[in-house]
């Protein structure tokens, strides 16, 4: 779902925009039917998923699912009827058991955009909203809008708006207890937050501000993490699609797509002037008929940075521009250094060779051992262990409670569902192919969705003998 989710949120954005860009489509279809096929894969005999291909149901990953299949639906994309309806029935037969709320919510959510609301179990929920998380009361409130109830609907947005979180002309909104902790991030709070106020209480003043406070959060041409950047496009498109008005006629507004009577629409283009500390300044060209095509880079050597503030002014003629057009700017740089050092974010990480790893000898096989220690419990966590090159990891050798392990060229990968508090270890092996003096990158573990919960080990050298 991570990679399938995002690629169903672009297609029916270029769908809707009517980009014309058939060759990224097809590669699109290429992505959608393999993932359709990975699920469909995954689908357990109970009509259920789990996170992997051998683990049993869970109904967080069936719901997932389940709006995940639903929403590429309703995007016009071929979808299995029965893959989702025996999906659905799963989560209609958990949900009277199910004892967490924020899990309720997202329950009700997605069997909602199924078409399978719960309008009852909504309402009776929405009774209880005080210990709801701010996600999961913008999924009620959108469960109740679909269900028809758009006054509780109304009444929960009400309690939601209180959770706001105001920095000057941004607001955003966080969740500090969720269903599992690589949900705590703000990013997808706030997407689905502005996708409520948008349905439901759509000229509220809020949406601008949350609007600007996800653009400033954007690295480069995405944010954090796929499900980060599948949240935020489906959050800003419903924004920018005029509060629940037709994308493809904000598209037909502002020049881009096809006239009425077919023909092709005058060129829509701008220019727009970069300028580093007023005395240098860059162009750029925004073209809204192509999108994907527009040439956003724009390069100023380092060496025009001075010690201290640097200032980036973007200049545009807004009688030509269309309302509301943030600019922000990411910098990204490199430091040189010999050695990684270790870091900790909630997870300590070391990794140990079974022998001295500048004592390696070619065609020797030897185990890796990596610990992890966490802080506090956290499930679903992954762990990257590269090798040196040389060296090449033996298949299948992944020990420990681990809920998947994948070999590649360069590293071992280890997928753990749980971590209690407490150091945990892990093990694989490698094998010495080629003789020479090789540089190897730390062991990184991190949760999959919060990367902001991580942990590293040291760098270190490698020597392979004759």
């Known amino acids: 779902m991570s990679k399938f989710l995002p690629s169903v949120v672009v297609a029916d954005t270029l769908r809707e925009l009517e980009v014309p860009t058939e060759a990224f489509r097809k590669d699109f279809r290429k992505v959608l039917q393999a993932g359709l096929k990975r699920l469909y894969g995954f689908q357990n005999s109970d009509g259920g998923w789990g996170w992997f291909s051998n683990d049993g149901s869970a109904t967080f990953m069936t ?7 639903a929403r590429a639906g309703k995007a016009g994309i071929a979808v299995d009827a029965s893959a989702v309806e025996r999906g659905v029935a799963y989560l209609k037969k958990a949900l009277p058991s199910e004892k967490d709320k924020n899990m309720v919510a997202y329950t009700l959510f997605a069997l909602a955009t199924a078409g399978e609301p719960q309008t009852e179990r909504a309402k009776a929920l929405a009774k ?4 709801l998380s701010s996600y999961a009361k913008a999924l009620l409130a959108l469960a109740l809008r679909r269900a028809g109830e758009t006054e509780r609907a109304a009444e929960v947005l009400a309690e939601l708006e209180k959770d706001k979180l105001v920095d000057g002309e941004r607001v955003h909104f966080e969740t500090k207890d969720w269903y599992y902790k690589w949900e705590n991030v703000s990013i997808e709070t706030t997407a689905y937050v502005m996708k409520a106020f948008v349905e439901i209480k759509p000229n509220s003043g809020l949406l601008p501000a949350m609007a600007k406070w996800l653009l400033s959060k954007r690295e480069g041409n995405k944010w954090h993490t796929t499900k980060d950047s599948a949240a935020a496009i489906y959050g800003l498109i419903a924004y920018a699609a005029g509060c629940g008005g037709s994308l493809s006629g904000v598209a037909k507004a502002v020049g881009s797509g096809k006239a009425d009577d077919g023909k092709k629409r005058p060129e829509f283009r701008r220019e727009i002037t970069v300028r580093l500390n007023e005395t240098h300044k860059r162009k750029i060209v925004l073209d809204l008929n192509n999108p994907t095509t527009s040439r956003f880079v724009c390069r100023f050597d380092a060496g025009l940075l001075r010690t201290g503030e640097n200032t980036l002014r973007f200049y545009f003629d ?5 309302a509301d057009l ?12 010999d050695r990684l050092e270790p870091e900790e974010n909630g997870l300590v990480v070391r990794t140990r060779y079974e022998k001295p790893p500048d004592e390696l000898r070619r065609d020797d096989e030897v185990e890796v051992t990596v610990e992890v220690s966490a802080k506090e419990e956290y499930n679903y966590i992954i762990i990257e262990s590269p090798i040196p090159a040389g060296a090449s990891v033996v298949r299948g050798s992944g020990s420990g409670v681990l809920a998947a392990f994948e070999s590649r060229f360069d590293r071992a990968i280890l997928f ?18 080629h003789p020479g003096d090789y540089s190897v990158l730390p062991t990184t573990a991190t949760l999959m969705y919060n990367t902001l919960v991580n942990g590293r080990d040291r760098s270190r050298t490698a020597k392979i003998g004759e």
Do not use: Q, W
Not at 128 to 131: I, L, M, S, V
Not at 330 to 337: G, I, K, W
């Open 128 to 131: 209880e909203c005080d210990g």
């Open 416 to 433: 753990v569902e749980r971590l209690t508090p407490g150091a945990h270890t892990f093990k694989y092996r490698i094998r010495c192919n």
């Open 63 to 69: 719901a997932y699912v389940v709006y995940g299949l």
């Open 318 to 322: 807004p009688a030509g521009m269309p």
């Open 326 to 337: 943030h600019c922000f700017a990411t910098l990204r740089y490199t430091v040189e250094s």
